[in-house]
T-cell receptor, first 116, second 107 residues
Framework: DSGVTQTPKHLITATGQRVTLRCSPR?????VYWYQQSLDQGLQFLIQ???????AKGNILERFSAQQFPDLHSELNLSSLELGDSALYFC???????????????FGEGSRLTVL | DAKTTQPPSMDCAEGRAANLPCNHS???????VYWYRQIHSQGPQYIIH???NNETNEMASLIITEDRKSSTLILPHATLRDTAVYYC????????FGKGTRLHILP
């Protein structure tokens, strides 16, 4: 158990809909990262938050948005869903955004999104 | 884009040492090398990291060349449970995972 909790574990929805994925980081971790993994693909970095502020942005679509709340949990909002958005969405947390020596990421078990 | 290059797949006989290479020729002086693995569709799991010196923990050893342009992850006695995709990452602000190496452990 990594200590990172993601909900829901599975989600099935239709094209055009909107969903919210939730992530609770490990206790004490200030950074949250979101990744997308499509079938047989690598992990695509979407976005990172540190203590409530956006720190780094990757290949995140404009239809997607995220935020980190004062209690440090994070939500990833996916809207106008398309078939190609079907994927595993992973959240990870780490202690620090900047110190490379404490930078190991702890991953949740992912949220599997299926868009029909 | 990922700052590392890894072979797409490798085989290793059970009980033997698995040596997984990684090239990171553009690594900067203060960037660490991290290794993770992903078993099936589970969340990736941290294995080990290093800057210059070789490192060892209960899971693996990490050998970094003197010029820091490449590294090797060593699983000393591979078991079937080590079958996974192994990712080598150079950590900077955007933690980019490449496609990794799919390691097959052969019985």
């Amino acid at each position: 158990d990594s200590g990172v909790t993601q909900t829901p574990k599975h989600l099935i929805t239709a094209t055009g809909q909107r969903v919210t994925l939730r992530c609770s980081p490990r206790s004490g971790d200030l950074s949250v990262y979101w990744y997308q993994q499509s079938l047989d693909q690598g992990l695509q970095f979407l976005i990172q938050y540190y203590n409530g502020e956006e720190r780094a942005k990757g290949n995140i679509l404009e239809r997607f948005s995220a935020q980190q709340f004062p209690d440090l949990h994070s939500e990833l909002n996916l809207s106008s869903l398309e078939l190609g958005d079907s994927a595993l969405y992973f959240c990870a947390s780490s202690v620090d955004a900047w110190t490379s020596d404490t930078g190991e990421l702890f991953f949740g078990e992912g949220s599997r999104l299926t868009v029909l | 884009d990922a700052k590392t290059t890894q072979p797409p797949s490798m085989d290793c006989a059970e009980g033997r040492a698995a040596n997984l290479p990684c090239n990171h020729s553009t690594i900067s002086g203060n960037e660490y090398v991290y290794w993770y693995r992903q078993i099936h569709s589970q969340g990736p799991q941290y294995i080990i990291h290093g800057l210059k010196n070789n490192e060892t923990n209960e899971m693996a050893s990490l050998i970094i060349t003197e010029d820091r342009k490449s590294s090797t992850l060593i699983l000393p006695h591979a078991t079937l449970r080590d079958t996974a995709v192994y990712y080598c990452i150079v950590r900077d602000d955007k933690i980019i995972f490449g496609k990794g190496t799919r390691l097959h452990i052969l019985p």
